[in-house]
């Protein structure tokens, strides 16, 4: 073969295009390359490299698992390094995996396998010391990974204290990940935002975990599964099943759904039922992983550079499918946010038929060069919003024009604007058809008012017929109006006024949610309920004082303080309450807690055995609240290790400063229960 050659020009350019797609997932969280196009980047590099019979640099993307980790967080070594996985791409791959085994431990029975879902998330490592959580660390390069610890203490699923009889050390490994209904709701709220819509949900979890701010990660509902450890001070049990099942009883999170299998049939019989039953999970999975149960099998099979050689991830076809743009139209949110929406030649996708797929903003558009008449790639995973991955023939003669966003709102005729600093076009109409459609249909919906049998085609017909033009208007509707629309008889007209009375006394958070103030979901709308106990109080609420809410930033503040400045919406609010909807408070508390009603409490420096979040939650729950930064009006300062400037300040103004058993005893436990 000779030198320079097109082998050699090959695997050069391939080692290029591989790194960068490293770099661009796992340092920047923008994926360049879909997940079928690395892997098959990847085996052609394998390939080459194989056959070339040349030195392979040791910085070749076969070389090594993933990429340097991203500054801003320091760096942490694995004791046992964290491997990738041989992939497998069909049965007979499979195959070729057990005949591999077969050979190396010169076995001729049945080989005992266990098959896990192979979790779409972020791999971490965490650290256990006589069952404390004292480190968690990123996957990085496999060998130097990024130290997360403070962000995976927000998630809930992640023990802090491990339970029953623990070892002395534990490296416990698994998947960070993120729900679709989640990943959707999120979706849907920074659409609604007018912001760029997250592009999966393993992107989103990779990104909520590898925030620099653990306040920012807090706010996502991360979630974890544990499939194994590093080190440990003991064994813990002899085959994977087994270490899998100590695990779950030390109150490690672990996939129900893992199982045992006899035989090589057993495992195919397994992938076969995965893949069928991928698109009925709340949660992403790419896959199976394939593992040797045995631990001495393992042990004899060893590993290769980069991978084990006794396990396997079996990779499902990916749920794209080719088809052509018929058109391009315009969706207007409620608030008043247009998003170009792609009418596509219907395709079969993963059991769906898909039609159209968001484009989000005209941005996105414009980046990828979507027109009319294009053949593109759609992508679909599960319930999320299927999605326009990349146009096929972007060098085609007879293309249509580039879209352009219309001047002239298409549900209302008024004018479109693009505001100073943000990616959405947005119809600034408060009577837009659209947007009031938008609007009570949120105000109705589960999250908030939970208004059952107003569903869209209803909200359609009252806001046509001009019956309902803001939410208030709802509670005004008589019997006579709702028998006078489409497919509404005696029962069902009875059913939705009963549905309207009882909607009266929804929990404040919901009342706050169903408002629909920009930037505020659910997570926050819990909050703002906690902290202010009423909406008038909320209402009367200034810039400063939200501030002092922790988590809570300026645009939030912003958005809150507009929204009830507002006339209409002050209108609004005073209909509400004279048709009779009355928010349900909460009981700050127990009898023997109330006494911290509206006391306000700051936190500082390291607790032991109990995180912030955990002291927030106390603290919340016996009705006092916690600001982020000290003043004259705050009562008390909780001050643990390395307590630092807050400190300083609390005793200048004269603020009395609890430590960790004091603020125990004020709470009435009386003892840390950790």
């Known amino acids: 073969m000779a030198a320079g050659g097109p082998p050699e020009q090959e695997m050069a350019r391939l080692r290029e295009e591989l790194a960068k797609a490293n770099h661009d997932y796992y340092v920047l969280d923008q994926p360049s390359l879909s997940d079928n196009e690395y892997d098959r980047k990847l085996r052609r590099l394998l390939d080459l490299e194989q056959a070339s019979g040349l030195p392979i640099p040791p910085d070749s993307p076969t070389q090594r698992v993933g990429a340097q980790p991203a500054e801003g967080f320091e760096t942490v070594r694995h004791a046992v390094p964290m491997l990738s996985l041989e992939n497998a791409f069909d049965f007979d791959e499979v195959r070729e995996f057990e005949a591999r085994v077969r050979r190396f431990l010169d076995l001729e029975g049945e080989i005992g396998y266990v098959c896990e879902p192979k979790m779409d998330g972020l791999a971490v490592e965490l650290v256990y010391r006589r069952g404390l959580l004292v480190r968690a660390a990123t996957r990085g390069d496999g060998v130097i990974g990024e130290d997360v610890t403070h962000n995976v203490r927000t998630i809930r699923q992640v023990p802090l204290r491990l339970m029953g009889s623990v070892p002395e050390l534990l490296e416990a490994r698994g998947e960070v990940f993120i729900d679709r209904s989640h990943f959707n709701r999120l979706n849907r709220e920074r659409e609604e935002e007018g912001e760029r819509a997250y592009a999966n949900p393993r992107n989103l979890a990779a990104g909520s975990l590898r925030q620099l701010d653990p306040r920012i990660t807090a706010a996502r509902p991360l979630r974890f599964f544990c499939y194994g450890a590093g080190r440990a001070s003991e064994t813990l049990a002899g085959a994977q099943a087994g270490l899998l099942r100590v695990l779950a009883g030390l109150g490690l999170p672990v996939n129900g759904l893992f199982r045992e299998c006899p035989g090589l049939a057993a495992v195919l019989d397994y992938c076969q039922e995965m893949e069928e039953k991928r698109h009925d999970l709340d949660y992403e999975i790419d896959g199976v992983v394939i593992k040797v149960d045995d631990f001495g099998l393992q042990e004899r099979l060893g590993e290769k550079s980069r991978s084990p050689r006794w396990a396997l991830a079996y990779k499902f076809a990916p749920a794209e499918e080719a088809t052509t743009v018929r058109e391009i139209l315009v969706s207007v949110g409620r608030t008043g946010v247009l998003t170009p929406v792609a009418l596509l030649t219907p395709v079969f996708i993963s059991g769906a038929t898909v039609s159209r797929a968001s484009l989000h903003n005209l941005d996105e558009v414009e980046r990828k060069d979507v027109r009319v008449g294009d053949r ?12 326009v991955v990349k146009v096929l023939d972007p060098d085609r003669e007879d293309r249509a024009e580039p879209f352009a966003m219309p001047l002239v709102c298409p549900s209302c005729g008024s004018e479109v604007v693009r505001l100073p600093g943000e990616v959405a076009h947005r119809c600034l109409n408060l009577a837009c058809p659209a947007i009031v459609k938008e609007s009570i249909r949120h105000f109705a919906a589960k999250s908030g008012l939970d208004i059952e049998g107003l569903g869209p085609k209803l909200v359609e017909q009252l806001v046509d017929r001009g019956l309902v033009k803001d939410p208030a208007d709802l509670f005004r509707l008589t019997r006579e109006d709702l028998l006078s629309l489409e497919r509404m008889a005696d029962k069902s007209v009875q059913n939705l006024l009963s549905a309207l009375e009882a909607a009266k006394h929804r929990p404040l958070p919901r009342v706050i949610n169903a408002l629909g103030i920009r930037s505020v979901g659910e997570h926050l709308a819990l909050a703002l309920a906690r902290e202010f106990g009423s909406l008038e109080g909320l209402a009367k609420a200034d810039r400063e004082r939200l501030l002092a809410i922790e988590g809570l930033g300026p645009q939030v503040a912003e958005s809150l303080v507009k ?112």
């Open 376 to 387: 593109v790639l759609v992508r679909r995973a599960g319930e999320v919003i299927p999605e």
């Open 563 to 674: 929204f009830f400045a507002n006339p209409a919406n002050q209108e609004l609010l005073r209909r509400l309450e004279e048709l009779g909807v009355k928010p349900v408070v909460e009981e700050p508390g127990q009898a023997g807690r109330t006494a911290l009603s509206g006391k306000s409490f700051v936190l500082t420096g390291r607790l032991e055995g109990l995180t912030r979040a955990e002291a927030k939650a106390l603290i919340q729950r016996a009705g006092g609240r916690v600001a982020s930064s000290v003043s004259q009006k705050t009562d008390y300062l909780v001050a643990g290790e390395e307590a630092g400037s807050k400190l300083t300040k609390a005793r200048e103004l004269g603020v009395e400063v609890l430590d960790q058993e004091g603020l125990l005893a004020l709470l009435g436990r009386g003892e840390n229960n950790g």
